[in-house]
């Protein structure tokens, strides 16, 4: 019997799963989430970050992230897991947040301490104390030079997978390489989220994978390797501050003797981190070109494996290295949960009314229709946050809730298109994915069948099958993807959510309509 841990450093929580796998029979024996907010708080942090007040600028403590993993391994001891099991570990992470360490803090990596807290020793590693994270819009400027610099739009989006987007961490680096000169000359190495995590965990630095690599605006797609030209144009001495590509199943060394002696943990192997949405390509099963999966996080994203590293010809998605090889597409909505929040609590409601508030509208609402631009919006591209209504009394609870559900589901579709036009099948994953209304009307809108798994931590069990699938490779002894993910990713029993014919029919019509709202709003 063998277990794995597989991490997840989201945006608002750090999630663990532990998968046990004996022989053919595998199942998942733990499951914990601590949110940053209730289980740190003296970060100070709101939803995992903490927000300008012109809302731009979003950052969060990386020592925070380092806090949660060490109160997760405490917790991990203390649960009766048989510690000398665990043969390797791996994590995802949000994408794009950037991690800026001095070369003390490089070398001070393999000697932290077990007889002192955490937290302190990690954050005398850093040249920066907070970091810039997926939800910061502040880098307009840097984005335009990048792009100017790599020779236009196509031309980034065809070396990079991606058009210059604010979030990724080429232009955040070229905003911090101008604005804080002597904070980058200090800084030996710039890593993910997700390779800091890895470098903590073993105790010396781990590369950063193709799927996190990819979020970068930084790496040649198809040689994933560091582009020099992109480098060049970001910020000076940048290809000497970056870690190295190394492929996904990369085992990254052991854990740090630091883990092995506070808290009991064998040396266990480190398995490279991926970013959180191409570990949930691997949590919810999905290798073969066509698939669609949905994750219903902070930020919602759909996404798929595609055969060729083709850009997203409207420029507003982007290709990504899957972890299992190949390629993934991924269209991203960062006015995800965030949104479906702020509607709950600006009417006072808590889930289940939410749920009931939308059974109560009329599928397709009357018309009635939102953009739930509660912070500024990554697809389509919207700079300006402002909520949009067409046809809805902003006094009506129960339409507007309808309204912010429908509009997801008809944004999700329309910027989906050029990953798979159509599908028979989705997979949803993320916290709101238990919610099946929600998911009815996904089903609906986009005329496919809705399958949900056993567990809506996709990324952080994707980790776990990783380490299994690393593991396994590094004794000699590989699997094939389809091997390691058996057993795991069989969708939850009972029939899938399936779409109304009914309701297809409106949201056929329906979908033109908001469209053009979307369009018209955003030209002007
Ligand atoms: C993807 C993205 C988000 C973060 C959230 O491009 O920005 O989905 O990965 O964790």
Redesign the pocket.
């Known amino acids: 019997m063998a277990l794995y841990i597989g991490f997840d450093a ?2 608002q929580s750090l999630t663990a799963v532990v998968v046990e796998v004996a022989g053919g029979e595998r199942r998942i024996v733990f499951e914990r989430t601590l949110t940053f907010d209730e289980t740190l708080p003296h970060y100070g942090t709101k939803h995992g970050v903490l927000t300008s007040a012109d809302g731009y600028t979003v950052v969060a403590p990386p020592v925070m992230w380092a806090d949660a993993l060490d109160r997760m391994m405490a917790i991990l001891a203390a649960s009766g897991i048989d510690l000398a099991a665990v043969r390797a570990v791996s994590g995802a ?5 950037s991690v800026y360490m001095t070369n003390d803090g490089l070398s001070a990596l393999e000697h932290l301490d077990p007889e002192r807290a955490f937290a302190p020793q990690v954050a005398a590693l850093l040249s920066r104390a907070l970091s810039p ?3 910061d819009c502040s880098t307009t400027a840097e984005c335009r030079a990048l792009t100017e610099a790599v020779g236009g739009d196509e031309a980034l989006a065809r070396l990079t997978g991606s058009r210059a ?1 604010e ?2 961490t080429a232009a955040q680096i070229r905003k911090f390489a101008w604005t804080e000169p002597e904070a980058y000359a200090q800084t030996a190495r710039i890593h993910l989220v997700s390779s800091f995590m890895a470098s903590l965990l073993a105790g010396r630095e781990a590369p950063i994978d193709p799927g996190d690599a990819s ?1 970068m605006n930084l790496m040649d797609l198809a040689a994933k390797r560091w582009s020099a030209k992109a480098a060049a144009a970001t910020a000076p001495d940048l290809e000497s501050r970056l870690p190295v590509i190394a492929d996904s199943w990369t085992q990254a060394g052991e854990l740090s003797h630091y883990w092995q002696r506070r808290y009991g943990f064998g040396a266990a192997r480190v398995i490279a981190w991926t ?3 191409p570990s949930s390509l691997i949590g919810l099963g999905l290798h073969a070109p066509g698939q669609l999966a949905v ?1 219903l ?5 759909v996404f798929g494996p595609i055969a060729e590293p083709a850009p997203d010809p409207d420029g507003a998605g ?1 290709v ?1 290295g899957s972890p299992a090889g190949g390629y993934m597409a ?1 269209t ?1 909505f ?1 006015n ?1 949960s965030l949104a479906r929040e702020r509607v709950r609590d600006d009417y006072g409601l808590d889930w289940s009314r939410f749920s009931a508030a939308m059974r109560r509208a009329p599928v397709g609402n009357l018309g009635a229709l939102m953009l739930p631009w509660f912070v500024p919006e ?1 697809t389509p591209r919207v700079e300006h946050a402002g909520v949009r209504r067409l046809n809805l009394d902003p006094q009506d609870p129960e339409k507007n809730v309808r309204a912010v559900v429908e509009a997801q589901a008809m944004s999700m579709r329309l910027h989906s298109r050029w990953i798979v036009e159509r599908v028979e099948t989705i997979r949803a994953t993320g916290g709101a994915a238990a919610n099946e209304d929600l998911l009815q009307v996904i089903a609906d809108v986009f005329d496919a069948e809705v399958v949900t798994l056993p567990t809506t931590n996709a ?1 952080a069990l994707g980790a776990a099958i990783r380490a299994c699938h690393g593991d396994r490779l590094a004794s000699g002894d590989p699997v094939t993807w389809d091997d390691a993910v058996a057993g795991f990713t069989d969708p939850a029993p009972g029939p899938p959510i399936y779409p109304s014919a009914a309701n297809v029919v409106i949201y056929a019509g329906l979908i033109r309509d908001y469209e053009r709202f979307e369009r018209e709003s955003i030209t002007g």
């Open positions: 989201s945006t992470a949000q994408q794009h947040g994270v997926w939800l987007y979030r990724f979020g970013g959180d949405n994750s996080g902070t930020s919602d994203t982007h990504f991924l991203c960062a995800g990554i990324a």
